[in-house]
């Protein structure tokens, strides 16, 4: 007797369908700098912007300071251009070092880690106060504009007021301020 199984029949023409392939693949194993591709082009993306802002903020910080000792733009902007590459190197450097030793070895290295934290702690504190140099440096002063003229008309009035106050005062009865004189010095006052 010959049985022929209707699933399997079906199962191959299946297995022979763009369907069964694409299936297929879709749920194989992916190696994970396939997998997470975008989340890590994004990240380093994301990582050299803000180097890139931190670098222009912290180099703003530095250029005015060496401005300021040199007096020479040219000599100043290399110095900056030197100072915040090297430091920048420098973060890059130990900090792979110091988390590769961390993460795939369990060492903490106390004096890596000193120096990764003193150097992030000065390119955070020169990205911050270059950032507000920045914005000060590049905003234009307010214009100033004098009001002598209306000072002066509003001193003119404050005197014509005290001195109507002072009369109201010396307007007496047997000594005693008068009750109309002491409505007209709550009425000046409150002007």
């Known amino acids: 007797m010959n049985f022929d199984d209707l699933y399997e029949k079906e199962f191959r023409e299946f297995e022979d369908s763009d ?17 997470f591709k975008l989340v890590c ?3 380093i993306a994301a990582s050299y912007l803000f180097n890139g802002l931190s670098g222009i903020t912290a180099s703003f910080l530095v250029y005015l300071f060496l ?19 090297l430091l920048e190197l420098m973060k890059r450097k130990l900090s792979s070092l110091f988390f590769k030793d961390f993460l795939l070895y369990k060492a903490f290295r106390i004096l890596p880690f ?8 000065l390119s955070i504190t020169s990205s911050f106060y270059g950032s507000q140099r920045l914005v000060v ?8 504009y004098s009001n002598d003229g209306e000072i002066s008309g509003l001193n003119s009035q404050i005197e014509k007021l005290d001195k ?16 109309p004189s002491q409505e007209t010095i709550k009425t000046l006052s409150n002007q």
């Open 19 to 35: 369907l069964y392939h694409r299936l297929d693949n879709k749920y194989l194993p992916v190696p994970y700098h396939r997998k």
């Open 41 to 43: 082009n994004i990240s």
């Open 67 to 85: 401005f300021q000792i040199i007096g020479n733009s040219a000599t100043a902007l290399c110095f900056t251009i030197g100072a915040i590459v």
């Open 114 to 121: 000193l120096m990764l934290l003193l150097l992030s702690i």
């Open 137 to 144: 440096e590049l905003t234009e002063a307010p214009e100033s």
């Open 164 to 179: 109507q106050i002072e009369d109201a005062r010396n307007t007496t009865y047997s000594g005693v301020t008068t009750a």
